[in-house]
């Protein structure tokens, strides 16, 4: 696999850059940048942003960190994106995730995939029991 | 919206049919059934198959329920099924999701779909960090 | 549900627009011309070229045209369609297709999203053995 | 491409996973086992329950095997699912698919796919006319 | 079609989204606020992350606006995000698309919907010369 | 990745796949052609048939060819589709797509997918100011 543009490393990287970089070090303790932030340097104004943002919503709040990585691979797999479902798998794993609840992880992943085209294969009309109040 | 086939009613569902109905809302605590399972009732052994596994699936083990739910809200809103988001987010909310958990899960969800897309459109080569061992 | 464009009536349709209209009474023995060729009919050439390609394609050849159809429904699920749900899964009836043959449709259509979700979620590595000789 | 999880072999099987590969040995009267069985079966109970549902869905009954799997692949192909789209494109093969008819299930799956994009661009209102009675 | 949460009026809404909505109809240079904000406006902090990431992705750029919005369309159809495709080919329109660039955008993404099956369904090999340098 | 069918040479090329190798050729002034079509080439009538929508649509009208190859690089990474994404990432280099543009495009993806999740879970309602009138 091959990305459409260059992976930009610390050595060619701007100082706006580097600046992004190292705050993905000190946020996650590791020296560590995985590609996705490599290839989105090209774009220095688009890395910042995207970081700045995943930092945020992924960061502590009312759910779990762990919670929040396997919403991540169920949307990912949903997609169909091999890079976010590796990256984000590892980051689940990292977190603490056991191979008891990776199962149950696949396993609700699967039904929901199975019930989402049988419903919209069955155009199934919508109940108004499921009216928000 | 209509759906491709009629829902089935108690009154004209099968002996097979009813007896899914009926262990429907022993599992739930409710007599409501929702449309999903009365359009399903037009096959019986599908809708049997597929009661039975979403029952194993989404009932007790390591991940909490209300978990699960949140899980196939992402699948379901990353799929684009709209009567799989409403039936799962009323789901969540009986099992006590809080405003704020769904602003997080959305959150989640909204910066999963971004990044999927810039991945997908950058083609990320796969770190070799990701490794599962 | 309305449409993005006007949908163009016979009475308002230039000739090319009824010349195509035409063919496809003729091809399918009937006048209803649904919707979706209405709706393309605002712009002649794509009306056209959409109509000829679909034509050609579902039109007869090696496989059964009720096949084709269950195909059709297939991939419009998989996407989410609604429309082409509706409209593909009453073009398989009016070609025969039993509530036998419907329910096992719905049932490949199942095990497949689930199989795709699982595989996406896992990134199974291709067997060599599936090498097309 | 790697797994997110280490594939199972014969000789690391538990009994549980070993009686669920022999039985798919027995079915396909093959002693080939692909990649995805030995992915799941990092899970015994989410492999035996997807392999016994494959089992009964893409068995004999109104439809022809084939046909099901064509089908399979249809929704494999929208959904971007590499290896399924090989291992089931693989499996009509040997179900006797031949290139006509692979490729007249090519032609469908490419029409599908342009009339769903148009749709979900045009918005195009449903028929009533598709009403299921 | 019935939203999973309240829309926020302007009577309901607190001070922190009141700034959002003012800021969006100073940006638009109109008073309408569609839907989606007040779907949005729930949960505050997301709200004003969305906006304030959408103002600055589809302000000036070196992409004529116009164009940005067909690329909007485009993504939200391949997606069958319904809203998105409403609401972004208006915005589109307002914008100055002409019958005939609306032609050609469906054109472009019904064959790049065709293609994008077909290569899926071939797994066609990435060829060499595609590299970026 | 292997695709499914052979590659078709010049070599082992029929005179109507040969026929259209030469109008790429021609129509685009190189010698190279591309492995879509060559996997296509299995089926001489869906290679013309491809090939003749798509030098049509892509060909000059009055949205700008560059336009056009943005669009199809946002449709095909909605998809998924990483063949589509780096043909017509390439195919946009080629016609002149500065970095900054390449940016914008990413940018512009990224928010939509953003954007199309976070509505497919809010479950939006169309507003009737989105009229087409």
């Known amino acids: 696999m091959m990305a459409t543009v260059s992976l930009i490393?610390?050595?060619?990287?701007?100082?706006?850059v580097l600046a992004v970089f190292?705050?993905?070090?000190?946020t996650r303790g590791t020296d560590f940048i995985n590609n996705f932030w490599?290839?989105?340097a090209n774009d220095p104004a688009l890395l910042a942003a995207t970081w700045d943002r995943l930092k945020h919503v992924m960061g502590s709040g009312t759910l779990d960190p762990l919670?929040?990585?396997m919403i991540y691979v169920a949307v990912s797999a949903a997609n169909g994106?091999?890079?976010c479902v590796h990256s984000h798998t590892a980051a689940a794993r990292a977190k603490g995730m056991t191979p008891e609840q990776y199962?149950?992880?696949?396993?609700?992943?699967?039904?929901?995939?199975?019930?989402?085209?049988?419903?919209?294969a069955l155009q199934v009309p919508i109940d108004p029991e499921f009216k928000k109040d």
Chains 1, 2, 3, 4, 5, 6 share one sequence.
């Open 9 to 16: 490393s610390d050595d060619t990287a701007s100082a706006e």
């Open 22 to 26: 190292n705050d993905i070090r000190a």
């Open 38 to 40: 490599r290839a989105l």
């Open 67 to 69: 919670v929040k990585e």
């Open 81 to 83: 994106c091999e890079y």
């Open 103 to 120: 199962g149950e992880l696949l396993s609700v992943i699967g039904i929901a995939m199975q019930t989402n085209g049988l419903v919209n």
